[in-house]
């Protein structure tokens, strides 16, 4: 039986890690490196890190600072950010990454998600989804940071996304981010169903019972979380202990 996986999320902005509610009203959060080995130490399964600002100020994620993180831990480690190319994905993988994260990009060219798989494989290429619910459009597909609503509907984007090789799907609900109210379970169970890679669920995560029900209700492959960890909330450890208890696979 394969592991579930339980993933802090490293938001950078100018070099220091931030975690904001909802998208919006970020604060500091540490230095990343400092929390990625803390993390390492604590037994996350993997980190992914994510230059939040990349994609909107048109910046590049940092080689620099993807190469000090990657020094210091041993665990899988996935780079988001700005990329865009190719090129953009040789210089992260030979700085220390194991896997990169598109969203902006992949949207504005699909065919980048299947560039990407072409030249490293499917298992680098992790599609990140930015999804938000409302009432009149469903659950539609966002980028720019949460900024721009796209036409696409969720579960469709994830199935054509997968289609075109990508290897994972990162999956954020933009109404839960930071609420500490719950993944949600609906929408993270409906693209699980749908896709034949693993689904990281994201956004909400506020308790123990939270990641049980991604793993048990949703049937997610991942739970990832953020300042949950960040500001000590919850321990890695003690979470797992409790997941090994209501019967979730994971590695201890």
């Excluded at 939040?52 to 480690?77: C, M, Q, S, W, Y």
């Excluded at 034949?196 to 939270?210: C, K, L, Q, Y």
Aim: hydrophobic content about 45%.
């Amino acid at each position: 039986m394969l592991t579930k996986r339980i993933i802090p999320c490293l938001d950078i902005k100018d070099g220091r890690t931030v975690k904001g509610v909802q998208f919006e009203n970020i604060r500091d959060a540490g230095d990343p490196v400092e929390l990625a080995k803390w993390y390492a130490r604590q037994g996350a399964d993997e980190l992914v890190f994510l230059d939040i600002t990349a994609t909107n100020e048109g910046r590049k994620t940092f080689a620099e600072l993807v190469r000090d993180i990657a020094r210091h831990i041993d665990i899988p480690f996935t780079v988001g950010g700005g990329i865009s190319s190719v090129a953009d994905v040789e210089v992260l993988l030979q700085n220390g990454a194991d896997k990169v994260s598109v969203n902006s990009s992949a949207i504005k060219n699909p065919q980048l998600v299947a560039e990407l798989a072409r030249y490293f494989g499917s298992q680098c290429v992790t599609v990140a989804i930015d999804t938000k619910y409302k009432e009149a459009t469903g659950w539609k597909v966002y980028t720019r940071a949460g900024t721009i609503e796209t036409e696409h509907q969720t579960v469709d984007w994830a199935k054509q996304v997968v289609d075109l090789g990508a290897g994972e799907i990162l999956l954020t609900s933009m109404n839960n981010d930071g609420t500490k109210a719950g993944f949600a379970l609906d929408i993270t169970s409906e693209v699980a169903h749908a896709v034949t890679v693993p689904v990281i669920a994201s956004g909400g995560a506020g308790s123990m019972a939270h990641f049980a029900d991604a793993f048990l209700k949703a049937n997610a492959d991942a739970a990832l979380a953020a300042s949950l960890f960040h500001f000590r909330e919850l321990a890695i450890p003690d979470l797992k202990q409790y997941l090994k208890q209501q019967g979730v696979a994971v590695r201890i």
